[in-house]
């Protein structure tokens, strides 16, 4: 495949996230050929797909009557419980995941150490603006309160990892938009070792 690739360890959990609006879900759609109305994780060859969207999707309209919080963790839940099952089975994972508060991140962490799986942070930037107009495409739009969290959460990590920090991840791969844009293949493969 021509074009930019991107390359992890065969079985790992890569975690994209970003700021809400950033262009993950749009990302994952034009890679993987997803349309936006999956209930459940879409797999590609050894790759399972996993996007927060398809739980939420699968819990639509079975959950008015329980409040916001109460279904936003049920929902939360099965995300992570899909992303297990996934990772039991051996597969390698990709999840979309647009929270990165510290917590968040160890729990993905410590999923992975479970399964015997490398943990990888792939972090999709975008200016705050951007991400604000990319809501607003979307026709789904975060509250300024929740946005202004999600903001200094990411600046936050996204300090950390420019420095050189990516824990508790093993890894992370810093894109930007029009890098995304670019981006033909995410492959799950052992890089070829040098011959002599």
Not at 6 to 25: D, E, M, N, Q
Not at 143 to 158: G, I, Q, V, Y
Request: proline content about 8%.
């Amino acid at each position: 495949m021509h074009g930019p690739r991107l390359r992890f360890p065969p079985g790992s959990l890569v975690i994209l996230t970003g700021l809400p609006g950033a262009g993950k879900t749009t990302l994952l759609r034009r890679l993987y050929g997803l349309h936006g109305a999956e209930s459940l994780p879409v797999t590609s060859g050894t790759v399972v797909v996993i996007d927060s969207y398809q739980s939420k999707r699968h819990w639509n309209g079975r959950l008015g009557w329980v409040p916001g919080p109460v279904r936003r963790a049920v929902v939360f839940v099965t995300h992570l419980s899909r992303i297990r099952h996934a990772l039991r089975l051996g597969h390698s994972v990709l999840a979309h995941n647009r929270g990165c508060a510290p917590y968040v991140l160890r729990g993905f962490a410590w999923l992975a150490r479970r399964h015997r799986a490398d943990f990888h942070l792939l972090l999709l930037d975008a200016p705050p603006e951007e991400a604000l107009a990319g809501q607003v495409t979307r026709g789904r739009v975060v509250a300024p309160r929740t946005f202004a969290r999600h903001r200094r959460r990411w600046e936050s990590l996204l300090t950390r990892v420019r420095s050189g920090d990516p824990a508790p991840a093993a890894g992370a791969c810093v894109i930007g938009r029009a890098e995304a844009g670019l981006l033909r293949e995410i492959v799950f493969e052992r890089t070829p070792t040098p011959t002599r």
